[in-house]
């Protein structure tokens, strides 16, 4: 998440900077540590790497973190500077910040901090505020800066770039927010339309949820001691999402897990870390990136670009999104994925043709920026494509139906059906095939052979296409449903099938055979209860049929001719989503005693609409 793969991105990164020898930044910069004053007298823990050589006028870039701004100490230097090392051997001075409580910073640190549009007074902060000063405090005592700051940061330090821009600072000229933490109920990180992700979680705040007393260099251990080696076993022997409070695991001892479960609605508390609203009217040059794979925080990047689209124009507003999982943009290498060869290095490719180019243009005046509005790789074709406006315009919503027989088409057959299937919260189906100790980074793209086999899992495919259907924009799935509880969670899954004959990957493993692979493409759960409401969840009546109606996150996507579209339907994808009992109660107070079985039938004339392109 945020968070778990966060720290993935941050080994990516090094791997990235690997081809510059490990003394690279000791040799060229001048570190220096320092506090800087926040308004309300609090200080935060500041690193600057100063070039030993450029005697000019240096842009400034800076990246605030809850993940450490060290190695701490005027003597200790990092092994890179910067996001990506084209950038790192440019003349900028690069800036590295703890935020308001976390590790040497001064404060309480607050869970993705709310924005308070009106300040009153000086103790009113948050994190523009903070950034503000911060910004304010660097080009009044960085000699030879030339007067221009850029913000950047991958997944919660994405957070922290995209609260830069309410209230910039005249001086911030350029913010990147990439895999920014969005709205955590909706779709990033805690929650994906109000159902719990319960593994990335648990494992995340076992580090990151430890309290602290005051400013330290380093945590410490883990909350509690997590020594296993099938996830889907230990979670399902955990039960309950109240069993994490036991004396083995949280206890409490986590402020933020208790948030978590204390607020399992899309409350006052969700709603003020929702920073959308306040993404009105940004004039500030911004560069949002995201992955198609990424498990933590697709949707804050492509909500977080369409937020700043539809609350003011004219801006400088990009969007890129490239075939990569959390943070993998900055890697030294990405070709491959899961089961995809891409043909192409396209971290590479962002890196010196997009983020760099962005960068220099807007904070020091070099060369020029001419990506497009969206700059967006087309998965199944492998080739980046270049938009002016993001969904594209040239889209058309195409409605498939699920109907009898196991069929999938454009036109709706007979209504009056249905599928059924039972589904058991003690036998959920996995997310993932295979036994992991932790997420499986591949399921994103994973074969979904496993699951289709299951009597849980209802399956919905067309006959092998005539000809390449592409895809770019937002899914929509509309479920017409009844069931024997009155709580249940439904997962879509939109699957590429690949044709008998279709030949391996280049590189693929011994043994992996792409003929008839069921590759995923989008899928997304949604807790039933909130069907019609985030704010006031709403009971099933057992045997009514009811709509339920959601988002899945965009797609650019071409199915080619002779694969088919398949859909599959499930209500539980487990451990990577919490247990829903299948009754309708406060979910993280249930006990082993509320879970039951449901029978769920799915209506014939429930569907899917696909942004098809013309």
Not at 560 to 574: D, L, T, Y
């Amino acid at each position: 998440m945020k968070r778990l793969t966060t720290f993935l991105a941050l080994l990516l990164c090094m791997s990235t900077f690997g081809q510059v020898k490990n003394n690279f930044v000791k040799e060229n910069f001048t570190k220096t540590d320092t506090l800087i004053g926040m308004r309300d007298g609090v200080k935060l823990y500041t690193v600057i790497y100063t070039p030993k050589t450029t005697t000019g006028k240096m842009a400034i870039l800076l990246e605030r973190t809850p993940y450490s701004a060290g190695p701490y100490g005027d003597t200790n230097y990092a092994r890179r500077v910067g996001p990506n090392p084209t950038l790192q051997k440019e003349p900028y001075l690069f800036v590295y910040q703890d935020v308001r409580g976390r590790y040497m910073s001064e404060g309480t640190n607050l869970e993705v901090t709310p924005n308070l549009a009106n300040k009153k007074t000086k103790k009113d902060v948050d994190e523009s505020s903070d950034t503000y000063d911060t910004v304010d405090w660097l080009i009044k005592n960085l000699k030879n800066n030339n007067g221009r700051v850029g913000i950047y940061g991958i997944s919660y330090p994405g957070f922290y770039a995209t609260a830069s821009l309410p209230g910039a600072h005249p001086a911030i000229k350029a913010v990147s927010p990439q895999a920014p933490v969005t709205d955590e109920f909706i779709g990033d990180d805690a929650n994906h339309n109000g159902a719990f992700f319960l593994m990335d979680n648990f494992d995340f705040m076992n580090y990151f949820g430890k309290p602290r007393s005051g400013p330290v260099k380093d945590y410490g251990d883990q909350v509690f001691n997590l020594d296993r080696k099938n996830a889907y076993d230990f979670f399902l022997k955990l039960g309950p999402i109240s069993n994490s409070q036991s004396a083995q695991y949280f206890n409490h001892k986590s402020y933020i897990w208790d948030e978590y479960l204390q607020h399992d609605t899309y409350d006052a508390y969700w709603k003020a870390r929702n920073i959308r609203p306040y993404l009105q009217n940004i004039t500030v040059p911004t560069l949002v990136v995201g992955g198609w794979f990424d498990a933590e925080d697709l949707f804050g990047a492509l909500n977080t670009y369409s937020s700043i689209e539809a609350q003011g124009k004219p801006n400088k507003n990009h969007l890129v999104m490239g075939p990569w999982t959390h943070g993998a943009w900055e890697s030294s290498e990405w070709k491959q994925y899961a089961s995809h060869d891409f043909g192409s290095n396209t971290s590479k490719y962002f890196q010196d043709s997009i983020e760099a180019t962005f960068f220099d243009f807007y904070l020091r005046d070099k060369g020029t920026f001419t990506a497009a509005e969206a700059t967006v790789f087309e998965t199944g074709s492998n080739q980046w494509r270049s938009y002016n406006t993001w969904p594209p315009a040239n889209v058309q919503a195409v409605t498939y139906y699920l109907g009898d027989k196991n069929m999938l088409a454009s036109t709706p057959g007979a209504t009056s059906g249905y599928d059924e299937y039972t589904s058991d919260p003690r036998k959920p189906v996995p997310y993932t095939n295979g036994i992991y100790a932790s997420r499986n980074n591949d399921y994103m793209a994973e074969d979904q052979r496993f699951a289709a086999v299951r009597p849980d899992v209802l399956v919905y495919e067309t006959l092998p296409l005539t000809t390449d259907v592409k895809l770019a924009g937002k899914i929509i799935a509309d479920l017409r449903v009844s069931m024997t509880g009155t709580d249940g969670d439904f997962v879509v899954k939109l699957i590429d099938v690949l044709p008998d004959d279709e030949p391996n990957f280049k590189n693929a493993p011994k043994g992996f055979e792409m003929a008839g692979y069921q590759r995923m493409v989008r899928a997304e759960v949604m807790r039933g209860k909130f069907r019609n409401s985030f704010e006031k969840p709403e009971t099933f009546i057992p045997g009514q049929v009811s709509t339920v109606k959601f988002n899945l996150n965009d797609v650019a996507h071409t199915f080619r001719k002779g694969h088919k579209i398949m859909i599959q339907v499930q209500s539980s994808w487990f451990p990577l989503v919490d247990l829903n009992p299948q009754k309708f109660m406060r979910i993280p107070e249930a006990t082993e005693r509320d879970f039951q079985i449901s029978t769920i039938r799915l209506y014939h004339g429930s569907n899917i609409t696909l942004p098809v392109v013309n």
